[in-house]
């Protein structure tokens, strides 16, 4: 059983879980501070959400950003990440309901994200509760430094 829940603080344990996930997502990023995630923590507009197994330890986690725009409210999905040794459990599908069922909650109508093709079990995944691949250009700006 994965239960997913929406931390109020930051702790030890959640400071250790990203210095364990955020290499498994991403060799490029630095694991996230403690101020880093306090501060994501903290914010109406992002939701960091965190899957446990039964015992309580830490499997995965996402984060969901709402926010409000002319044309209504929208929901985007960021930096999924199921610990290697729990996947197949579960636990990215888990998160995924959890952040629509909040996005739904929060008056968002859509949810987007983003995904590689390489990351064929996830696009499998995404694909089965319902994302529909959209027909679209993603662009990206870096600032130098």
């Known amino acids: ?9 930051v702790d030890d344990e ?3 879980a990203f ?5 498994q997502l991403s060799s490029s990023s630095p694991p996230p501070t403690r101020a880093e995630l306090e501060e994501i923590v903290r914010s109406d507009a992002t939701h ?13 986690s996402m984060t969901l950003v709402v926010f409000r725009i002319p044309t209504g409210v929208r929901a985007w999905i960021e930096d999924v990440v199921v610990d290697s040794a729990a996947r197949g459990r ?7 309901r959890a ?5 739904r909650e929060r008056g968002a109508r859509t949810v987007d994200l983003t ?17 529909v691949q959209r027909d679209t250009n993603v662009y990206r700006f870096q600032h130098e430094g």
């Not at 210095?19 to 290499?23: D, H, K, Q, Y």
């Open 19 to 23: 210095e364990s996930l955020i290499p």
């Open 99 to 103: 952040a629509l069922d909040l996005a």
């Open 48 to 60: 960091l959400l965190v899957a446990r197994d039964e015992q309580g330890s830490i499997l995965g």
């Open 90 to 96: 579960g636990v990215g599908e888990a998160l995924n």
């Open 1 to 9: 059983m994965v239960r997913v829940e929406e931390p109020t603080q």
């Open 14 to 16: 959640l400071v250790a």
């Open 115 to 131: 995904s590689r093709p390489s990351r064929e079990a996830a696009n499998r995944l995404y694909r089965r509760i319902g994302f």
